[in-house]
């Protein structure tokens, strides 16, 4: 079940489905919407080479670069579609697409791509990848498998702020693993959505993760623009994998979609 939600937003649009893209749907993205699309990564060996030979030079350099087979064709994948996607808003081939990056490595559109005003964000775990586009503003989403992790409480009392460790420290044993993804995705989102990364704000940018809570930023770094600014969505993109959305305007509508051309058991 394909699910999205914020607090004091209304319930996010959710269209398209498996093998259901348009290039209608793909062209009516207006300001103040955006399109999450989800994407399941196992493919044939025919369209992993067919996105392969969309890649820049860079791209296939750092596909090289891989120690293992099946990583090199998960970043194919993922990169391969990127541009597929994007090839889409842009009505130019998807191997014709250009990339810059930022100060702390953030990807965005070059040439006169840019000038589209389109900008997205990239986020994959496991078997799955989102990539978020945006007209006329930044966009960051995340997205992680859920797990059991050994040292979920030592990561959150070493990285996150005193308020986020006591709530986790007080949170039910089962509902960790949930709790903590949540809680990182929704700060990495937001990091990602300004570009910083998560080298040295992780404890500055505090959100919501209780389960009883929606989706919600309750603090930011000095120097960021007001939280009201700020729209933070939680994603649900398949059974085992939790997300999150950030964009810096208040008033925003997501649709969720999936990438067609993916063979897609993890989706139902
Ligand atoms: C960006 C970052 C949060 C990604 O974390 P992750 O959980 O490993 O990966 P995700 O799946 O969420 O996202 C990966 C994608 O985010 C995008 N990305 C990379 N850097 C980004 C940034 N600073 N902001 C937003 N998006 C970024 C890329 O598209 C990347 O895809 P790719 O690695 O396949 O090319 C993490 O790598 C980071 O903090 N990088 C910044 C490092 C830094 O601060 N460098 C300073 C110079 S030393």
């Given at each position: 079940m394909v699910k999205a939600g914020a607090n004091s937003h209304p319930p996010p649009t959710q269209s398209g489905g498996q093998g259901e893209t348009s290039t209608d749907q793909v062209k009516a993205l207006a300001p103040g919407m955006a399109d999450v699309w989800v994407t399941a990564l196992a493919t044939s060996q025919a369209n992993l080479e067919s996105l392969r030979r969309t890649l820049s030079v860079n791209e296939l350099e750092r596909?090289?670069?891989?120690?293992?087979?099946?990583h090199r064709a998960r970043y194919i994948v993922v990169h391969g579609c990127l541009r597929q996607l994007l090839s889409r808003y842009l009505s130019i081939p998807a191997s014709s697409i250009e990339f810059e990056l930022g100060t702390n490595g953030k990807p965005t559109l070059a040439g006169d791509a840019a000038r589209s005003g389109?900008?997205?964000?990239l986020a994959h775990s496991a078997d799955l990848s989102l990539t978020a586009v945006v007209t006329g503003s930044p966009?960051?989403?995340?997205?992680?498998?859920?797990?059991?992790?050994s040292d979920a409480n030592e990561l959150?009392?070493?990285f996150f702020s005193k308020r986020e460790a006591a709530e986790f420290a007080s949170m039910p044993e089962s509902q960790q693993p949930l709790g903590f993804f949540r809680l990182w995705t929704r700060k990495e989102?937001?990091?990602?959505?300004t570009g910083e990364g998560i080298a040295h704000l992780l404890d500055?940018?505090?959100?919501?993760?209780?389960?009883?809570?929606?989706?919600?930023l309750l603090s930011l770094p000095d120097?960021?623009?007001?939280?009201?600014?700020?729209?933070?969505?939680?994603?649900?993109p398949g059974p085992g994998y939790i997300g999150a959305l950030a964009i810096p305007r208040p008033d925003v509508k997501v649709r969720i979609q999936f990438w067609k051309d993916q063979p897609n058991a993890l989706l139902v």
């Open positions: 596909a090289a670069r891989f120690h293992f087979e099946e389109l900008q997205f964000n966009v960051g989403v995340d997205v992680e498998q859920v797990r059991i992790l959150v009392q070493r989102a937001w990091l990602k959505a500055k940018v505090e959100v919501s993760f209780s389960t009883a809570e929606a989706a919600r120097g960021f623009p007001n939280l009201a600014d700020w729209s933070l969505f939680n994603l649900e």
